[in-house]
């Protein structure tokens, strides 16, 4: 119970989950370090949402301004649920700067919270089950939780890239050509 506080409480505060899923699996093993790690999670998610609608919403709103910024309060605040379970399910980006980031948006606080449990479950618990066989690194189980961290990795820049190409052509496009 203390760890899975504290876990909250560091994920609000910017520390970076996979070292506390790593922590979670070495110390309490694969399925209770998961419980602790996944509750963590919600919890420090539930943290930063609500600190950042307390303390920023309304501060932070009339800052929006960039056209990405708009478009990714837009997002979250029309398709809150999808937006965020994907934002979730792809590692790499920074977990507690997207609380905040969805805290000034208008989603909802079940969706928010429910996204972030359902999304955050397999590279958590790859992440603790990874921790929990440290100590053997070479065995099936450790390579195993390592191969779907790496392909939830590629898969989350394979996706980048994708939808970057759109947009860089229509940039492209826009701007006007250079008299030679």
């Known amino acids: 119970m203390l760890f899975t506080v504290a876990y909250g409480l560091c994920t609000a505060a910017f520390v970076p989950r996979p070292v506390l899923n ?6 309490f093993g694969a399925p209770l370090g ?3 790690s996944l509750t963590g999670t919600v919890l420090g998610s539930a943290v930063a949402f609500g600190l950042g609608r307390l303390l920023g919403q309304d501060a932070l709103r009339p800052l929006v301004r960039g056209r ?4 990714v309060d837009r997002q979250l605040s029309r398709h809150g649920f999808r937006s965020m379970l994907a934002v979730r399910l792809f590692p790499g ?6 609380n905040y980031c969805a805290a000034v948006s208008r989603m909802g606080w079940l969706p928010f919270l429910l996204a972030t449990a359902v999304g955050s479950a ?6 603790v089950i990874a921790g929990s066989h440290a100590t053997s690194p070479t065995s099936p189980v450790f390579l195993a939780a390592m191969a779907f961290i790496a392909v939830t990795g590629i898969a989350a820049v394979a996706v980048a890239w994708r939808r970057r ?11 006007p050509r250079e008299k030679s």
Do not use: S, V
């Open 22 to 27: 790593i922590a979670a699996g070495a110390l």
């Open 34 to 36: 998961t419980a602790a």
């Open 68 to 71: 990405w910024l708009k478009a």
């Open 93 to 98: 980006l920074p977990f507690a700067a997207m």
């Open 122 to 127: 397999p590279n958590t618990a790859a992440y």
């Open 165 to 175: 190409g759109p947009a860089l052509a229509a940039r492209a496009r826009r701007r």
